[in-house]
């Protein structure tokens, strides 16, 4: 079992700079690939930013892809959304996520992965 905290939301101005924070508990963290989604008010969750557990292979949505970077910290159990150059349709509530080694459907979706965050919300002023 995976127990993941966000923090890190609030309010900010468009052009302006945030990093989410996940804390994950568990001591298999290390084996999970994180993921962070977000979900605007009346959407759908979407992906955001994926990470693999050694934090060598990265992958963004098209719509964050040189704006935002995901991080991860292994010996901190902690996973980072650095997100620069913010716009307002970035607003939402953010989530963090974690993938089972075992899971097998794509990591692109909410479905594949295992446990989820409350979420931290994040909202953009024009």
């Known amino acids: 079992q995976v127990q993941l905290v966000e923090s890190g939301g609030g309010l900010v101005q468009a052009g302006g700079s945030l990093r989410l924070s996940c804390v994950a508990s568990?001591?298999?963290?290390?084996?999970?690939?994180m993921g962070w989604f977000r979900q605007a008010a009346g959407k759908e969750r979407e992906f955001v930013a994926t990470i693999i557990w050694s934090g060598g292979t990265t992958y963004y949505a098209d719509s964050v892809k040189g704006r935002f970077t995901i991080s991860r910290d292994n010996a901190k159990n902690t996973v980072y959304l650095q997100m620069n150059s913010l716009k307002p349709e970035d607003t939402a509530v953010y989530y963090c996520?974690?993938?089972?080694?075992?899971?097998?459907?794509?990591?692109?979706?909410?479905?594949?992965?295992?446990?989820w965050g409350q979420g931290t919300q994040v909202t953009v002023s024009s």
């Open positions: 568990g001591r298999t963290f290390s084996s999970y690939r």
């Open positions: 996520a974690a993938r089972n080694p075992s899971n097998s459907a794509s990591y692109y979706y909410p479905m594949g992965y295992n446990y």
